[in-house]
């Protein structure tokens, strides 16, 4: 969604070392986010690193403006498409097990789901290519979705209607053709896994992921809205220069293109777990999930990857009205980079590349 730049507010800036190698290296860290937060005019966020050298997390800013409640290493950030990592690694789980296909039709896996006869490329797309966006499927984020749950934040909507508003829209492109990302693809994906388990998605993630990997802390949605933990989102919607509360809509939201609200060690965990200890899927299909797609270099199978003057790195991107986030983990330094932030910056910069130049600054990939 295209977001008015958010106004410049004041914000309480608080750090924490939680393991490091000295107060200079938190220092510098601290500084990015900082100048992050204030250069993109951001009520708040935090930024961890962690590795075998240090751990670090650093935090400033406001989670809720109303009551000034500062952000904290224990805040509960929802984190957009970043979920769609755990619903891919969840999906690749059951293709483990020979529940799933990656060569399987999406129709039939989503028979369950009324009104989608009428959906572009459902009955050519396979499921392989939701994974890697090449389905050609139709984005639902259009601007009559936007307007539609703008207009009603607390709605609790069911995947068929926000399918519903790609039913319209025509495909980018025939299945397989081209990458064009869509986040129809993982709504359907969502519901595809729930389905194969007989569970609801939410089901799925805690036994498949979030208790796998150790994620207390990780729910999708978000049961109590007055939880102290949870930070609340900003943006200026209305492009009038006030910024609202627009926690409510991604809250509501449990389905598969961004379905976590979660913490920042929660999502070292998942990282640990996914790259490091192998505790979620099998080297091979790892290896698959983060191997460059045939139509999209920086992008695999739910996971977006590229490499940079500090090695490799694979992660994703999140951004949804009044929330931004970004993980990543580089595997020649065995290290997990987190940022999470309760607004929505003007600019592509990542937060997390200054943070790794930051922190491995005169160090060589595998050191």
Known sequence: MMLAPLLRIAVTVAAVVLAGTGAARADALQDVLD???????????????????????????????RNSAPVTPDSRFYVASVGKMTVAAATLQLVEEGRLSLDA?????????????KLANLRSARLGQ????????????????????????KRHWTA???LSYALGERATNRPGQSHEYSNSNFVLLGEIIA?????????????????RAGMTHTTVGVANPNDPALVHGYADIAENGRLQDVSRLSWNFPFGDGPLVTTAEDMERFLFALFRD??????????????????????????????DKWGRWYGHTGTFDGFD????????????LVFMANGNASSETSVIKQAAGAVFHGRKPGN
Request: glycine residues 8%; proline residues 7%.
């Open 35 to 65: 100048g992050y937060i204030e250069e993109e005019e951001l009520p708040g966020g935090l930024l961890l690193v962690s590795d075998p050298r240090q751990r670090q997390l650093v935090v400033a800013g406001v989670a809720n403006r």
């Open 105 to 117: 039709p999406v129709a039939p896996l989503v028979a369950h789901l009324p009104g989608l006869a």
């Open 130 to 153: 939701l994974l890697d966006h090449s389905s050609g499927i139709p984005d639902y984020l259009t601007d009559e979705f936007e307007s539609a749950s703008r207009a009603d934040a």
């Open 160 to 162: 068929a209607e926000v």
């Open 195 to 211: 389905a194969a388990d007989g569970a609801t998605l939410a089901e799925v993630l805690q036994r498949r992921i979030f208790d």
């Open 278 to 307: 192998g505790k979620l899927l099998q080297p091979a299909t790892l290896a698959q999930m983060v191997a460059p797609s045939d139509q999209e270099a920086e992008y695999g199978l739910g996971t977006e990857r590229g490499k």
């Open 325 to 336: 986030a970004e993980i990543r983990y580089y595997p020649e330094h065995k290290a997990a």
